[in-house]
């Protein structure tokens, strides 16, 4: 499974499936931070783990947000915003990650 930054996820959100993994220090995120998406759960036998990436299984990643959900927070932002910036879907992403819930850009 292939890293891929937080920036490139938000920048291309249609790409995206399953469950998007982040090392567990949120403080630490950026736009250039690397993370993996697991594979399709579906498609392994029900105790197997054999759809996580190594670095959930051996270093203590943790999953963040599924691939739809990203595609929908992007989406929000530009509703609002029309064509936010990096930062802005960032912002918007960490606070779905912490709330559950968009974020209201004034």
């Known amino acids: 499974m292939d890293?891929?930054?937080?920036?490139d996820v938000l920048s291309s959100p249609e790409n995206n499936t399953e469950f998007f993994c982040l090392p567990p220090n949120k403080n630490n995120w950026t736009l250039s931070t690397k993370g993996v998406f697991t594979l399709d759960a579906r498609d392994f036998p029900p105790d197997?783990?054999?759809?996580l990436p190594e670095?959930?299984?051996?270093?203590?990643?943790?999953?963040?947000?599924?691939?739809?959900?990203?595609e929908e927070i992007v989406a929000?932002?530009?509703q609002q915003l029309g064509v936010p910036?990096?930062?802005?879907?960032?912002?918007?992403?960490?606070?779905?990650?912490e709330n559950?819930?968009?974020?209201?850009?004034?």
């Open 85 to 97: 910036s990096l930062d802005e879907l960032f912002k918007a992403f960490i606070f779905y990650y």
């Open 76 to 78: 929000n932002a530009k």
């Open 55 to 70: 670095q959930v299984k051996n270093d203590g990643w943790v999953e963040v947000l599924d691939g739809g959900t990203i």
């Open 48 to 51: 197997s783990d054999e759809y």
């Open 100 to 106: 559950d819930a968009f974020l209201e850009f004034q």
């Open 3 to 7: 890293l891929i930054s937080i920036g």
